[in-house]
């Protein structure tokens, strides 16, 4: 099944053949190491069995990886059409498992790919990384269908920091908050900035996201939790009661002298169920 796609030339080759050039506007950095595209991919839980969603695959190293590693199947979300070139080869390549979408994955609806359940593996663009990870915990934390099974995403490794942190870290922040209450969220792996074309200034790394359903079970609105952490972690060095005023904070257990950063993922979780912001 995968032999046709390991047949297919390198993807610099691939690429020169194409004339695609990384472009700034998209935020592309482009992976070109066969062994860490697919330690990328063999992270991807269940990857036999699941329905994988990349975004921005670019000249699909990461998407032959996939493939490779086994994907059920594939669906590639890219907004560059310079792209198409390549993702059609490997497209007429994949014995249907591949299917490439046109367009910006902030507006596409994944409900239209007709599947139940998708796993998420993607060298997400820089300039879209964020964003996208807060829809896809609110995806998670609403338990809309079709259902998230895992996410296996590379990050700046300064926001893949800030996902995993605990409360007292210094990277601990508002996607520490939404991320801990609705998943278990680990770095697996630290990726060099020597691995990309063009080479970014900054490191980067996996992060892998799982899903929690007794957490996702006592969600009751993550939108008031995301609008009270983007409120308090806004001037986070401010006593809480100077940010957010007429509180009697002693109804949550607190004096009002806390800082954001000394409230736990639970306490944010607490204080949005009685308090809109």
Known sequence: MTDMIASLPPVSDMMRSAG??????????FLFDLNLTGRIARSVPDIT???VIEV????????RALLMAGAKRVIAIEK??????ILSQIESASNGRLTVVYGDALKTDFTKFGVNSYALCSNLPYNVGTELLINWLHIVAENKSPKIKSMTLMFQ????DRIVAHVGDKAYGRLSVLTSLVADAKILFNVPNTAFVPQPKVQS?????????KKINS?????????LTAKLF?????MIRGIIAGVDWSVFGLSGTERAENLSPEKFLEIAKKLVV
């Open 56 to 63: 921005g695959p670019g000249p699909a190293g990461l998407t």
């Open 20 to 29: 695609l050039e990384p472009k700034k506007q998209f935020g592309q950095n």
């Open 80 to 85: 560059d059409r310079a792209t198409e070139p």
């Open 234 to 238: 806004s001037t986070r060095r401010k």
């Open 219 to 227: 969600i009751t609105n993550i939108k008031n939790v995301e609008n």
């Open 157 to 160: 490794r300064e926001v893949a």
């Open 205 to 213: 790394a996996v992060v892998q996201i799982i899903p929690n359903d």
């Open 49 to 51: 069995n699941s329905v």
